[in-house]
């Protein structure tokens, strides 16, 4: 059949070593206000990674992570609320459900399960968003190869 | 006395390894795994990928000429830095992939009036469609008759035959051992055809066994297949079609099983709808054409909110319709060839004979 | 021996036809190794009905879009494992649980006649004749001879409920009962995930060249009752492109697959109607295998249940934060 894949895009896509693409989605109220501090107080991270700002990490629908995964991003990075902080009080705790099955679920389609993660990060904790970028970037170039 | 002209089967495989290099060479090919029929180049042949000229294939023709999804150009949006106020739209078409003529080889007679039906659609009056015309146009069509007759086929109720030929190039009968040509078209193509592979195509003259032979495959092929189902006379059933449109209840007893699905759209060898959209990333974007189906609720969803067809029976009624109503009306002809392929593939078992059947008796 | 169930079957839809409006059930059909589902109104309809190995389809399908049609109450004829779609569904709060009545036959199993298929070869089935242990299918030119235990479903040999169904509302014992030698739940996820990313990665791919979009998994489905508000198929917000190809295919499972996430009872009728033969079912298998494990919660087993992605606890047991620190 291959008048079917004319033009088709695949799941992850490998792309070089040095220009790997990772999407991340955060959370309005703790991980993107960590990622801010983290820039004002100029800690350096790794520049792979586009930022997609959510009002929740429970907003975070499956289709999220696993569309950025068709359109050929080589990591997907999710970070919220630590559980029992979050802002609508229980948002992240049926976001880790879904997350942990999701995880779980990629290398049954042939997608390494490390290609995604997902952390908590409070607003306060700019060195743990730095720790948590710097390795994720390093693992998904390591698989990249 | 008349000369017979014909292919030994032995040498069929020679055959088409000769032509495929001058020729692209389409085949029903059975993939071994799942065990689905398609039509495919016959480069993919190997030990998983086997020819099979028995049985119908999965999907019809209409998949080669009109593929469920094709780029109609691609556009991009360009601005100059010296002139920021204008915007310029670049268009670029895709290029004419059909350098080489195509042959298609092993298809069933029924495929052979599906295809005579898209030209109807496609390739008629003022009404000509670049994109299918690039893939139609040079396209020689080999098919061979129908030797066994399924139980889903009903061709000779709407007027086709197991050995009608139609608009295909050659037309071949296989009668066990050599493969008889029996339609022959006048055309140069076809003759030269004919010359350049005059080493398979052997000639004879005709005998008593051999005619014989012929005549009780013909016999038998349109015997079993008139038993599949009564003989629909397409003036009239216009008439019924029309005095039944407004039975509701009707129509609702006979379509409940239908889910909506579009299995015996896709397969359809006459089915056309198709759906035009645009997709855009950034500054550039691309319009292309899918298959569209009219079973489904978005196929008539309007942009209020409202919907003509909300209901199952309402859009299986268009279905019914357009195949046994309206096309008669324009081309006199029924929109349908009796090949079976919605009966096959149907989940729940909706049999349009059975449908229109009971429409008829109603 | 089925002619006994038959008629007991018959008795009960008599008994009860007065007080439902409609009844859904199986018949004979035409084509070879498939019945036809059917809707039963009247009495003198009853003969129709039949129910023996090749009642495969899961009528639960109908009862979503059925109940808003009608304003009586609906009978459904199920197997025991059909019965979990239903309890799904009114769990969900989908379906009053008022308006069904269930009438469940004890099964003792079902034909999976994708088997049969491959069993001769893929060649087409044009006749074929059912007794309590054989099948007899006749091919264009061959006839075939095959022993039932080797041709049912793969639910069957895991089924612990074919005679003890969760829920029901009339039971019709089945003389006959399932006797099958058990397989471990899951072990063919387990094998084929043993293969290795890459191979996966290409098998998908292969399978899904195939897919044209035809949405029969998703209109087949007893819990789908989404499929006039498909997100795959709105224009805005553009999700999904209406693109046929592969990888859309892929996609569009892979939205499916999340939708049914703890919901999915494992009736494979998506498997069972992909006209491309596509292996859905073990897609659904893996997602429901990560919820056993993660949440133990088995999909459709008892009523009034929330479903384990619609809820939460403050400590999770078994799933554990990742560090990256």
């Not at chain 1, 070089?16 to 991980?31: G, H, M, P, T, Y």
């Not at chain 1, 820039?39 to 700002?53: A, H, K, M, Y």
């Not at chain 1, 779980?104 to 743990?128: M, T």
């Not at chain 3, 990560?290 to 009523?303: A, E, Q, W």
Request: charged letters at 30%; proline letters at 3%.
């Amino acid at each position: 059949m291959n008048f079917i894949n004319e033009g088709s895009k695949s799941l992850n896509v490998k792309n070089k070593k040095e220009d790997v693409k990772i999407v991340a989605f955060l959370c309005n109220w703790c991980s993107y206000a960590g990622a801010d501090a983290a820039g004002t107080s100029r800690l350096r991270q790794p520049e792979d990674i586009r930022i997609i700002r959510v009002p929740c990490s429970g907003r975070i629908n499956p289709l999220f992570i696993l569309k950025a995964f068709n359109l050929g991003a080589d990591g997907v990075l999710v970070s919220g609320c630590h559980p029992n902080d979050c802002h609508y009080s229980e948002g992240n705790f049926y976001a880790r459900r879904r997350l942990e099955v999701i995880k779980e679920f990629l290398p049954f389609i042939g997608i390494d399960k490390r290609r995604f993660s997902y952390q908590w990060v409070s607003a306060s904790e700019a060195q743990k968003w730095q720790k948590v970028v710097i390795n994720f970037v390093k693992i998904i170039k390591e698989i990249n190869g | 006395m008349e000369k017979l002209i014909y292919i030994k089967k032995e040498s069929l495989k020679n055959f088409l390894e000769k032509i495929s290099k001058d020729y692209d060479v389409y085949l029903p090919i059975q993939n071994k795994k799942n065990g689905i029929i398609n039509f495919d180049s016959i480069n993919i042949l190997n030990e998983n990928y086997i020819m099979n000229l028995k049985e119908k294939t999965r999907q019809s023709l209409k998949f080669l000429f009109f593929p469920p999804y094709e780029s109609l150009f691609e556009f991009e949006y360009k601005k100059d830095i010296k002139n920021p106020e204008v915007t310029e739209i670049a268009l670029s078409k895709p290029g004419n992939s059909n350098l080489r003529e195509k042959v298609i080889f092993g298809i069933k007679p029924c495929d052979v009036r599906g295809i005579d039906y898209l030209d109807l659609v496609f390739n008629s009056g003022n009404n000509k469609d670049p994109y299918y015309l690039n893939k139609r146009e040079n396209t020689i069509i080999i098919s061979i008759g129908c030797s066994i007759v399924y139980p889903d086929c009903f061709c000779t109720s709407i007027g086709g035959s197991p050995f009608n030929f139609g608009n295909a190039n050659i037309g071949l009968l296989d009668i066990g051992s050599d493969l008889i040509v029996t339609k022959l078209d006048e055309s140069e193509k076809i003759k030269k055809f004919i010359a350049d592979y005059k080493d398979f195509f052997e000639k004879k003259d005709m005998d008593d066994e051999t005619e014989n032979k012929i005549n009780e495959i013909v016999l038998q092929s349109n015997k079993t297949c008139s038993t599949n189902w009564k003989k629909i006379n397409p003036e009239n059933i216009t008439a019924k079609m029309e005095s039944t449109f407004k039975e509701d209840a009707l129509w609702q007893e006979i379509t409940k099983k239908c889910i909506s699905c579009a299995a015996c759209t896709y397969v359809c060898p006459t089915c056309v709808c198709f759906n035009i959209a645009d997709e855009q990333k950034d500054k550039k974007g691309e319009r292309y054409r899918c298959w569209d189906f009219c079973t489904n609720y978005y196929y008539t969803l309007e942009a209020s909110g409202h919907n003509p067809r909300e209901k199952i029976y309402q859009r299986y009624r268009n279905k019914i319709n357009c195949k046994y109503n309206y096309f008669i009306k324009r081309n006199k002809n029924l929109y349908c060839v009796g090949c079976g392929r919605c009966i096959d593939v149907c989940p729940v078992g909706m049999d349009i004979r059975e449908i229109v059947s009971s429409i008829i008796s109603f | 021996m089925v002619n006994i169930l038959e008629n007991k079957l018959k008795e009960k839809i008599s008994s009860l036809i007065e007080e439902l409006e409609i009844i859904i059930g199986y018949s004979e059909s035409k084509a070879p190794l498939k019945i036809n589902p059917v809707f039963i109104k009247t009495k003198e309809e009853i003969d129709r009905l039949i129910f023996n190995n090749l009642c495969v389809n899961n009528l639960a399908t109908y009862s979503y879009y059925l109940s808003a049609d009608t304003k009586g109450k609906i009978g459904i004829i199920l197997k025991p494992c059909d019965v979990k779609s239903i309890i799904q569904l009114i769990s969900e709060e989908l379906l009053i649980k008022n308006k069904i009545k269930t009438i469940v036959i004890g099964c003792n199993g079902i034909i999976d006649y994708k088997k049969i298929n491959k069993a001769v070869n893929y060649q087409k089935i044009i006749s074929a004749k059912l007794d309590e242990n054989n099948i007899t299918v006749n091919t264009i030119d061959k006839s075939f001879n095959f022993k039932l235990k080797d041709f049912f479903a793969q639910k069957c040999y895991v089924c612990n409920i074919y005679d003890n169904p969760p829920y029901y509302d009339e039971f019709i014992e089945n003389d006959l009962k399932l006797n099958l030698e058990k397989k471990k739940e899951y072990e063919d996820i387990e094998e084929f995930e043993k293969s290795g990313l890459e191979k996966i990665y290409k098998f998908w791919e292969e399978e899904f060249n195939n897919c044209i979009r035809c949405y029969a998994c998703r209109n087949i489905c007893p819990l789908e009752v989404c499929r006039d508000k498909c997100i795959a198929q709105l224009d805005e917000p553009h999700w999904q492109s209406h693109k046929i190809n592969s990888s859309e295919g892929k996609f569009f499972q892979l939205i499916r697959i999340f939708h049914l996430a703890g919901r999915c009872t494992e009736c494979g009728e998506c498997e069972r109607v992909c006209p491309a033969n596509i292996e859905l079912l073990k897609l659904m298998k893996k997602v429901n295998q990560i919820i056993l494990k993660l949440f133990d919660y088995r999909p459709g087993l008892i009523l009034d249940m929330k479903p384990p992605l619609l809820t939460f606890k403050n400590v999770e047991q078994n799933i554990k934060d990742e560090e990256l620190i």
